[in-house]
Nanobody, 127 residues
Framework: QVQLVESGGGAVQPGGSLRLSCTASKITLDYYGIGWFRQAPGKEREGVSCISSDGSTYYVDSVKGRFTISRDNAKKTVYLQMNSLKPEDTAVYYC?????????????????????WGQGTQVTVSS
């Protein structure tokens, strides 16, 4: 069974940085797009960033210029480097696979297009 495991979350002060990892098992990650999503308390889950199988990327406007997504297929890992963190970035962050290998803003808005959700990692930005 395919598994995705998120790690790297934690508590940081505003302006700080974290790097999240999404590590896959039992799949050849090369063929999949990977999306990062987040859910803050009392809010709906939202798409943050994605990367396609060929390396194309997408970022939601609120994180553009601050977050960078990348992938290392050999390590079966997708990273989300988060810089200049703000309190509004506080949420549980999840990764999931896009079986078509795609990545765009439209697809990120349809959660049912994504599978193999990880358990999530908490990011807290607070002074």
């Amino acid at each position: 069974q395919v598994q995705l495991v998120e790690s790297g979350g934690g508590a940081v002060q505003p302006g700080g940085s974290l790097r999240l990892s999404c590590t896959a098992s039992k799949i050849t990650l090369d063929y999949y797009g990977i999306g990062w999503f987040r859910q803050a308390p009392g809010k709906e889950r939202e798409g943050v960033s994605c990367i396609s199988s060929d390396g194309s990327t997408y970022y939601v406007d609120s994180v553009k210029g601050r977050f960078t997504i990348s992938r290392d297929n050999a390590k079966k890992t997708v990273y989300l480097q988060m810089n200049s963190l703000k309190p509004e970035d506080t949420a549980v962050y999840y990764c999931a696979t896009d079986r078509l290998g795609a990545c765009n803003g439209q697809r990120m808005g349809v959660m049912t297009l994504y599978n193999n959700w990880g358990q999530g990692t908490q990011v807290t930005v607070s002074s």
